[in-house]
Structures are given as structure tokens and as C-alpha cells.
């Protein structure tokens, strides 16, 4: 397969930059500081502690059990504190699989899942299937209508004894166990999210846990206002009697039942497994080529150990050296770790990193040669310092956009009608940006106009921490950020940014803050805040969340199921006539066998399936055969039938077939069923016969 580097990947550069206007959208509300969309990964394991609380709380007061469980949470919520843990509980959980979502989207079109990263993207989706099951199993633990829908599909599919626990008699008492199990995998496979989470970031340097304060304080804000707002609710009790028609289902964790109803199992889990797959297959069916991994020249190497520092991927192994180089240790890649940001090559002293695409020394030629060729003009160039964001994504008003990185252009752009030569220098992160490339461009006379900076904002670096160590390896070199070296950050692709600070510079008003000196000085004072110091950004942040935890709302929305105005369920666990005995009994136990005990009923063996065949008011509407269970096929046949009627009196007519030869009516009786209710007629195997059973609510 061809593997294609990010500039060659059109399609996706094309959505990665409708994405990014989004995000320039709301930098310009909120500030490149305080963009909730650039935290979308701690966001989402703030929402899972938030679960974790509200969860405690709520387990707490749950009771289990068919009799109890919707009574229990009807407790809960009948207090202010219990139904406001409750409904912050729902909407986390729905803003959970949203931020979630969002974080795998923004992941998958800034080219993050090939290479190195498959680790966090295949872990990721695990972690998304592990929420989704979670979530269905809390809804089911209400025990409300949406319970009852979950439980009568989960019954018609799994079948076998499960259908008689739920739909037959005894439902409290068959069905205990059951809800202790699914609250305990509730509770605890929320462990294995956190487990999960361990390895989904386990080729991270220095992960991110904690979401910045002030995005915990307006997703609290947010979820509580929707809490406030809209408080979850349950629908009616579950009741077997009834059939599940038009009710509010939360399509994101319960969107497969009005789904797989319409569309059917098979087309609809067969399509959603595909997708999955393709999705969890992605880094293999679609890789890309980065410009690594790079490679070290051992003789340059001094082993000081800052690139391993500051690798945010732990490619980079210092081992110890005993050559006659005279250095104790020296920096060994992991190949299949390196993702090709090219950090170690801007920290390097020794310029002894290149990338695998273009050697550094070749590099810096071509910038020289780039410098001297505008230099023969009439004026001195701007030199702009970006990332391949920025430039695929069209930050800049450049004609060429190059195949690969690192890259030097020489172009003019036109400003106000004043043509300005630039040349562009294009890494795949600024990060790989060697501070000490620039100081020959300022020494008197100076070669260049200015040199700016386009980054990435520092929380959304596509390498994770580009940003961050340039403002690190920049700080304490104070000549060259006395020098016209500008900064700006901003979402890639936002040319508007970057066209007014040209216009600024043409005429020779640049904003003191663009200063390479004052943005980092900001940076680095910069505190851990509460809350943005100005309301606007701390408004615009929360009117994203709202939005984000409010599509979680919005997803509840009625279900029309294919439900009939009324239901004759036949519901039969039953075994078939012995077909063949497996073995036979020494004449000596034979002997022994009690009266009216035979040969055949202590050894056992295959059983025939079982037939049925149910007449409605005398029109044959239903024929099935039921297998025997079991390996060797001798066990119990269980049928469950939904037999949509209409609302009525129906006379029901039911014959059996056990034995492989000889049809019996096992009903006949006139049943009436009400609209919307479900008559339940059950094998009772003493009476040999089916009988009406009435379903407890
Ligand atoms: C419970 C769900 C998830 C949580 C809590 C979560 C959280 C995180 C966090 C905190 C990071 C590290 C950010 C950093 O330090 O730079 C991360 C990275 C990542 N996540 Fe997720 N994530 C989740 C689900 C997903 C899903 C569903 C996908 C995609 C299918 C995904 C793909 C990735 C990738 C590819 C990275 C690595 C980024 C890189 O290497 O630059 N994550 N995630």
C-alpha cells in the first residue's frame, strides 16, 4: 500500500480544515487559551470521574431486583440532592460518549491513528464499546419501559432460559441474580475504563490527566444547568403486559433498539460490527508516512539525554557507551515508537538528529540557499517558522503547498498591494525549530526583515508538546528574542490571524504582544486558573459545553418501534420425546430401576425438536421448529414468539409435535387482549398444555 504524507492526503485535509474553522471559531470567543475543544481527552476522564461520584452516591440508595429497582430510584429522585446526582449521572454519561466521539474525530482527521499512535487509537475504541455497554446496562438497572424494551430484545436474541426468567413466572425472584450481575458489571467494568485508559496512553511522555481547572468548573456548570434544567426522568415501570410502543429512547446508548427493530439484527449488527471494524483497522488500511523516524549519528552524539527529555512519544533510550568517543551514554530510537515531530532535532546542540526525509545539514542548505537567493533583491525577506498544519491547511496565502517536510519556500505575498518576499520554513512540528538556526539571520547586518512564528495553540499541538519546548528552548536566550522574532499561535488554517499581523508588519505596527520576548514572558507566567480573568471566555467555554453535554439531551428522542397495537407472546421451555438413547444399563441396574422409571429416561439422549404451530382465529399464523439444546442435542427446546394481533377477542389455537410423528392442540380458547396489551401464553409442562399467564408489573 502506498503510504502518503499529510500534505498528500487531500480528503483529509479538507475535513481536518472545516474542523479547524470550528476551533478558530471559537479561539476567537474564548482566546487560544481557553478552547474547551482542545481538551477533549482529559475532558472525557473528567466526565468519567463525575460518573465515578455521582455513581458512588446512586449505588448507594439502589436496591436490585425486579420488585424494588424502579422503586428504589424513584426514591432517589424524589430528593433534590438524589435526583440532581441522578440527572449530572445521565447527562455525563451522554456528554461522555459525545466528547468522546468528538476526541476520535479530531484524532482521525489530524492524521493521529497511524504508526505509533495504533496503540491509543484501537485502545480508544475498545474504551468507547466498554461506555456504550456500561450505559445500557445503567438504563436497564432503572427498570423502566426502556428496560423493558432492553430486556425483551435481549431475551428474543439470546433466547433460552433468559426469555422464561424475564417473560415467564416468578420475575422477581428468577431474575435477582441478574440485576446484581449487571450492577456489579456497571460498577465495576468502570475499573476497566481506567485500566483501559492506562494502556491507551502508554506511548505517551507525560500524559495529560487532569483537564485544566477552569474546563472542570464549566463542565460542572454545564452539566448542572442541564441537570437544573431537564431533570432525567423514568418512564413507567416495566410491565411484561404491555407492549413497548412509541417511548423516549436515548439513541446514543440505545439507539440499536428502534435501529435493529426497523432495520432487522442481522443488517443492522452487521453493519455497525463492519464499521467498528474498519474503524478499529484504520492505521493499517489507511497508514501515512511521517518524516521519521529519525535517526542518530552516534559520533555526534553527546549523550546528553535532552532529546529523550523531551520526546513526547518515548522513542528515545539512553543507554550507556563505553566507544572512544569519550561520552558515558548515548540516545538510541525506537524506531516504532518515533512519530516524526522532529523535537530531538531542535534541542540537539550537536546537530546529530536528522529525519529520515531530509538530513539536518541538507536542510539548513537549503535555507541558506533560500536566504541568498531573496537576498539578491530588493528587500530583505520575513522568514515565517510553521508547522505542516498550518501550511496544508492554508494559513498562509502561499501559491505552493509542498509534498512533504521540512520545507523551505520562497515566495512572495501581497499585501495591501505591497509584494513582501517571505521564505517559509515548514516543519512537521515548530518544535523541531533549533533556536540556533536563527541566530546567524539577526547577526549584524541582519539577513531578514523579522522572523515569525505560526504555531499551533500549546494545548493542541498535533506532536502534543511542540509549542511548549520551543517557548522552553527559546526562554533563556535573550539576544536572539531581543531580535524582530515574532509569535503567533492560532488554529491552523486561520489566515485571517495571520494576514493581519502581515499587514500589521508591512506597516510597521506589529501588536507589542506578538513579540517572541512578551509571549513567552505571558507563557511562562501563566498560573493554573479557576476561570478565565475576563467573563467573555469563560461564557463562550461554557456555551460550548452546554452545547456539547446538550447534544447528549437532544439525543433523547422518542423511539417509534415496529411495535403491534397488540401482542400474543407464546413462551414455551419444553423438552422434545427422546429420539435415541445414548447407551444402555447393565441388565443388573436395569433390574434396579424403581417402577415407572424406564431405561430410557436415566441414560438419556437426542431429543426430537419441538413444533409448533398457532392458529388465530383459524388462519395458521405462526409455524416454528424448536432445536434441541445441548451439544448432542439433549436438552430443552425453548421457543419465544411475539404474534402480533389486533385488539379483541381471538380464538387461539396452539398444536405441538415432540415426538417427530404426531401433531396435539395443546391451547384452544378464546383469549381477549386490550390495545397495547400482550397476552402471554406459557407452556406449563405438569398441564402438558399452554395457559394463559398474567405478568406481574
Ligand atoms: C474513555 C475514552 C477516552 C479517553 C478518556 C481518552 C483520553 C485521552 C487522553 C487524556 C489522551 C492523551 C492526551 C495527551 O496527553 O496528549 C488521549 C490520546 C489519544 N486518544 Fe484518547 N481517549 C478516549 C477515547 C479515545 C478514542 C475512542 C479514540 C479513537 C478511536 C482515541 C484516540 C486517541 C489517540 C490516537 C491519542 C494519542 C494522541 C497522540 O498520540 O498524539 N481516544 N486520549
Redesign the pocket.
Known amino acids: 500500500m502506498r503510504r502518503t504524507t499529510y500534505f498528500q492526503r487531500r480528503g483529509w485535509r479538507q475535513a481536518e480544515r472545516f474542523w479547524s474553522y470550528v476551533e478558530a471559531g471559537i479561539n476567537r470567543l474564548t482566546s487560544t487559551r481557553f478552547n474547551p475543544l482542545y481538551h477533549l481527552?482529559?475532558l472525557?476522564?473528567f466526565l468519567?470521574g463525575v460518573l465515578l461520584v455521582t455513581g458512588i452516591y446512586l449505588t448507594i440508595f439502589y436496591r436490585p431486583g425486579a420488585d424494588r429497582a424502579y422503586e428504589t430510584v424513584a426514591g432517589i429522585s424524589a430528593s433534590p440532592l438524589g435526583l440532581l446526582m441522578r440527572s449530572v449521572h445521565r447527562y455525563a454519561a451522554n456528554a461522555?460518549v459525545v466528547v468522546?466521539?468528538l476526541?476520535?474525530l479530531k484524532?482521525?482527521l489530524s492524521d493521529?491513528?497511524w504508526e505509533s499512535?495504533w496503540v491509543?487509537?484501537v485502545t480508544?475504541?475498545a474504551?468507547?464499546g466498554l461506555?456504550w455497554f456500561i450505559g445500557v446496562m445503567g438504563y436497564w438497572l432503572v427498570w423502566d419501559r426502556r428496560a423493558q424494551w432492553l430486556t425483551e430484545y435481549g431475551a428474543k436474541l439470546v433466547g433460552g432460559s433468559v426469555a422464561l426468567t424475564f417473560l415467564g413466572p416468578d420475575l422477581a425472584s428468577r431474575s435477582f441474580a441478574f440485576f446484581v450481575i449487571v450492577l456489579f458489571l456497571h460498577v465495576f467494568l468502570g475499573i476497566l475504563?481506567f485500566l483501559g485508559?492506562l494502556l491507551?496512553?502508554l506511548?505517551?511522555t507525560?500524559?495529560?490527566?487532569l483537564a485544566p481547572r477552569w474546563l472542570m468548573v464549566e463542565a460542572s456548570l454545564a452539566l448542572l444547568l442541564l441537570a437544573l434544567l431537564q431533570p432525567a426522568t423514568s418512564l413507567e415501570k416495566a410491565d411484561f403486559s404491555r407492549v413497548v410502543d412509541n417511548i423516549p429512547v436515548d439513541w446514543l446508548y440505545l439507539g440499536f433498539l428502534p435501529l435493529s427493530s426497523r432495520w432487522g439484527n442481522t443488517l443492522f449488527w452487521g453493519v455497525a460490527l463492519a464499521l467498528f471494524l474498519i474503524?478499529v483497522a484504520l492505521p493499517w488500511l489507511l497508514p501515512g508516512r511521517s518524516a521519521g523516524p529519525v535517526q542518530i549519528t552516534e559520533h555526534l552524539c553527546t549523550g546528553c539525554a535532552l532529546c529523550a527529555l523531551k520526546c513526547p512519544?518515548e522513542a528515545i533510550e539512553i543507554v550507556p557507551r563505553s566507544d572512544e568517543s569519550g561520552f558515558k551514554s548515548l540516545a538510541v530510537i525506537r524506531p516504532n515508537l518515533c512519530?516524526g515531530c522532529g523535537l530531538c532535532i531542535g534541542t540537539c546542540a550537536a546537530i546529530g538528529i536528522d529525519l529520515q526525509t531530509m538530513p539536518t545539514s541538507a536542510f539548513l542548505d537549503r535555507w541558506h540557499d533560500a536566504l541568498a537567493q531573496v537576498n539578491g533583491e530588493d528587500q530583505r525577506p520575513l522568514v515565517i517558522i510553521t508547522c505542516q498544519r498550518h501550511t496544508a491547511l492554508g494559513t498562509f496565502p502561499t501559491s505552493t503547498i509542498p509534498q512533504e517536510t521540512p520545507h523551505v519556500g520562497v515566495e512572495r505575498f501581497t499585501v495591501d498591494g505591497i509584494s513582501l518576499p517571505v521564505v517559509t520554513v515548514t516543519f512537521p512540528c515548530v518544535g523541531m525549530l533549533n533556536p540556533e538556526w536563527l541566530r546567524p539571520l539577526f547577526r549584524e547586518p541582519a539577513s531578514i526583515e523579522g522572523a515569525l512564528v505560526v504555531s499551533c495553540p500549546t494545548d493542541d499541538c498535533?506532536?502534543?508538546e511542540g509549542p511548549y519546548w520551543l517557548v522552553q528552548n527559546l526562554k533563556y536566550r535573550r539576544k536572539l528574542l531581543e531580535a524582530p522574532l515574532y509569535w503567533i499561535e492560532g488554529a491552523p488554517g486561520d489566515r485571517g490571524l495571520v494576514v493581519k499581523w502581515l499587514r500589521d508588519f508591512v506597516r510597521g505596527e506589529m501588536a507589542p504582544t506578538t513579540r517572541a520576548q512578551a509571549w513567552i514572558q505571558a507563557r511562562l507566567q501563566e498560573v493554573p486558573t479557576w476561570w478565565p480573568r475576563q467573563l467573555r471566555p469563560f461564557l463562550a467555554g461554557l456555551a460550548v459545553l452546554v452545547l456539547v453535554t446538550g447534544l447528549g439531551w437532544i439525543a433523547e428522542r422518542p423511539a417509534t418501534t415496529a411495535s403491534p397495537p397488540a401482542l400474543v407472546r407464546v413462551l414455551m421451555v419444553h423438552p422434545g420425546k427422546l429420539k435415541t438413547v445414548q447407551g444402555t444399563l447393565s441388565g443388573e441396574m436395569a433390574a434396579k430401576l424403581p417402577p415407572g422409571l424406564t431405561e430410557a429416561q436415566v441414560l438419556g439422549g437426542e431429543r426430537y425438536p419441538v413444533q409448533l404451530r398457532v392458529e388465530i382465529d383459524g388462519q395458521v399464523i405462526w409455524e416454528g421448529t424448536y432445536a434441541p439444546s445441548g451439544l448432542r442435542r439433549e436438552g430443552l427446546a425453548y421457543a419465544l414468539e411475539n404474534l402480533p394481533v389486533t385488539p379483541g377477542n381471538h380464538r387461539v389455537r396452539i398444536q405441538m409435535m415432540d415426538d417427530g410423528e404426531t401433531w396435539r392442540t395443546v391451547f384452544n380458547g378464546e383469549v381477549t387482549i386490550a390495545a397495547g396489551r400482550v397476552v402471554t401464553l406459557l407452556y406449563d409442562e405438569e398441564q402438558e398444555a399452554f395457559v394463559v399467564f398474567s405478568p406481574q408489573p
Open positions: 481527552g482529559t472525557a476522564l468519567l461522555l468522546v466521539v476526541h476520535a484524532m482521525l493521529r491513528f499512535r491509543a487509537w480508544g475504541w474504551l468507547l461506555i475504563i485508559f491507551h496512553i506511548r505517551l507525560r500524559p495529560r490527566w474503524a512519544y512519530v498535533a506532536f502534543r
